[in-house]
């Protein structure tokens, strides 16, 4: 299994957890370090007082959680949000109430949660395109 290396940068943040272990859980919950209101259609950076160091080639998702987003319709606006692996800063989560309400975060909340994915990059190369049946067609383009 990958170790993924967490620094607190306050005494009190929250570590990324599994609710059921990393064998059956994709995600790790993220916690706000902070006490916040999230006004409706207003997007929030939320502290979570971690930052993390990725191992080259892979990347950090990170992405709503599905109890907040229906129950309350709290979600990630850039969902997934990437964490990139030379990224030493805070991990901060960008909320967004799409309520009517504005809703309460309270230091300790679940707000997110985390998924580390292997990602591969690429050499690009400029030239022209094989022929496909799809083509060019797309947004809609093959039926309802």
């Known amino acids: 299994m990958m170790q ?10 929250v570590l990324p957890a599994y609710a059921h272990g990393p064998l059956e859980d994709a995600g790790m919950d993220l916690c706000s370090v902070v006490d916040a209101v999230l006004e409706p259609g207003v997007p929030q950076a939320v502290a979570t007082g971690l930052s993390i160091e990725l191992p080259p080639g892979y990347e950090a998702q990170v992405r709503p959680r599905s109890g907040l987003a229906f129950k309350h319709a709290i979600t990630v606006p850039n969902s997934p949000g990437t964490i990139d692996p030379g990224y030493r800063g805070e991990v901060k989560v960008i909320l967004l109430n ?3 309400a504005a809703y309460a975060i309270t230091k300790g909340d679940r707000i ?5 994915a292997r990602y591969e990059g690429v050499e690009l190369v400029e030239t022209d395109l094989s022929e496909t049946v799809r083509g060019e067609g797309g947004f809609g383009s093959s039926g309802r």
Do not use: F, N
Request: proline residues 0%; hydrophobic residues 55%; positive net charge.
């Open 4 to 13: 993924l290396k967490v620094r607190r940068l306050v005494t009190d943040a």
């Open 98 to 100: 799409l309520g009517k």
């Open 112 to 116: 997110a949660q985390m998924v580390i």
